[in-house]
């Protein structure tokens, strides 16, 4: 039996745990891929190497270097799940692939799909951690992976189903990479492509800095996504955003505000307090002098939290001389945090006050809300269905 693929298309959730009314129904149509199976944990995960890396396997496997290309072109462009599929290399080369190497580490513990297209997975590390990566189709043909960099987060935003958990461990970029790849190979076997990725989903890159670079690099290099089809979040780690700015990549920053002033933020984003807005803000600017680069800035919307009229003209006042845009999003509900979404009248509005001190905002429409696609609430849930 492979791994259960759930789907509760239109679940009503019962108020007293917040389960799906009908219960998560297990879909079959789909056999689990070889990958699927943590089986051979001691072998090389060809995933976790960059050219390099495949340059030296290559090499002691005594092949030639130009096989480096075929393996690069098996994995990346059709997205091969054992070295047995790759037909064109020598048959000792496929065996001794076999024998030391495995494909990707994730194993697929749970799959929803929301009424929207979404798609969401929890998947499990070798050692035990959950992740979660979700895949948002959209009306234009824009296919956008939203893939997490750390098993948990230690940033501890109140709001966040991630944050609530706190910090398991850190990814390794062939993890990071591996979330956006599995997207990438399964939609190029429908013909479609993986066009966006995100790395919004649990954990803080930069508090990953390393191994969120690498993958970052990877996303463009193996998988081919234009790195201005790359977008990464952060909650403000000043020192972090101005290390970003020399890495001369052309991808989006997009940092969490959700308040405007240090005493309201530093009660939602603990963080605050070791790098308030002054400092912050002062490293965004330098961060778009060097790089050139417009930025994003986040905003969760709260009802009565952080949705006034106030709260709109002192993000403007905040941003002011900065090139950036604004994206709203209503707030998820989460189990550890008693806050709600804003209405959309008060989004709307929200969005007015921006506008017209020439600040351009966007509300972002929330995708699988039938599924909890907000980051860390699929664990959450398995959590909740298990105790
Ligand atoms: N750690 C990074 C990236 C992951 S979180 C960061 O914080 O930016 C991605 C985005 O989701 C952040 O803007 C975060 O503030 C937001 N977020 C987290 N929990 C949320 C919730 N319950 N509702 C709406 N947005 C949320
Ligand atoms: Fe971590 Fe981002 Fe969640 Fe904050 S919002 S706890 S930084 S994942």
Redesign the pocket.
């Known amino acids: 039996m492979g791994p259960p693929r759930l789907q509760n298309e239109g679940a009503q959730y019962r108020p007293d745990t917040g389960l799906p009314e009908e219960g998560i129904r297990p879909i079959d149509a789909h056999p689990p891929a070889p990958t699927d199976r943590p089986d051979r944990p001691d072998r090389t995960d060809l995933l976790a190497l960059d050219e390099e890396g495949l340059a030296r396997l290559v090499a002691e496997l005594g092949q030639p270097a130009f096989r480096v290309r075929q393996l690069r072109a098996w994995l990346y462009e059709r997205g091969a799940e054992a070295a047995a599929q790759m037909s064109d290399l020598p048959a000792a080369m496929r065996s001794a692939l076999t024998e030391r190497s495995r494909i990707g580490r994730l194993e697929t513990r749970i799959e929803q799909v929301s009424t929207d297209g979404t798609r969401k997975r929890l998947y499990r590390l070798p050692d035990g951690p959950l992740i979660e990566s979700v895949l948002m189709p959209y009306a234009d043909g824009r296919r956008t992976a939203c893939i997490s960099t750390q098993a948990g987060?230690a940033?501890g935003?109140r709001?966040?189903?991630?944050g609530q958990m706190g910090l398991v461990r850190h990814l390794d970029q062939g993890e990071i990479l591996e979330q956006a790849w599995r997207f990438h190979s399964e939609l190029a076997r429908q013909g479609e492509r993986l066009s966006n990725v995100v790395?919004?989903?649990m954990?803080?890159?930069f508090h990953n800095y390393e191994a969120s670079v690498r993958a970052i690099r990877r996303l463009s290099s193996d998988l081919g996504i234009g790195q201005r089809h790359i977008t990464v979040?952060?909650?403000g780690l000043a020192p972090a955003i101005r290390r970003f700015a020399d890495e001369g990549l052309q991808v989006t920053l997009?940092i969490?505000l959700?308040a405007a002033t240090d005493e309201e933020r530093g009660a939602m984003l603990p963080i605050n307090r070791r790098w308030p807005l002054a400092e912050l803000i002062a490293a965004c600017r330098d961060y778009q002098q060097k790089s050139g680069r417009r930025l994003s800035f986040?905003w969760?919307l709260i009802a009565g939290e952080n949705d006034r009229e106030q709260d709109a003209i002192r993000l403007a006042e905040l941003l002011r001389g900065l090139s950036c845009h604004v994206n709203l999003?209503p707030?998820?509900?989460?189990r550890g945090y008693t806050g709600g979404p804003s209405s959309d009248r008060a989004a709307r509005e929200f969005v007015a006050v921006l506008e017209q001190r020439g600040i351009p905002a966007t509300v972002r429409v929330r995708r699988g809300i039938d599924i909890d696609a907000?980051?860390g609430q699929l664990r959450d849930r398995v959590e909740a269905m298990q105790a």
């Open positions: 987060c940033m935003c709001f966040c189903a991630t790395l919004m989903g954990g803080e890159p979040s952060t909650v997009a969490s959700h986040e969760a999003i707030l998820n509900p989460t907000g980051c």
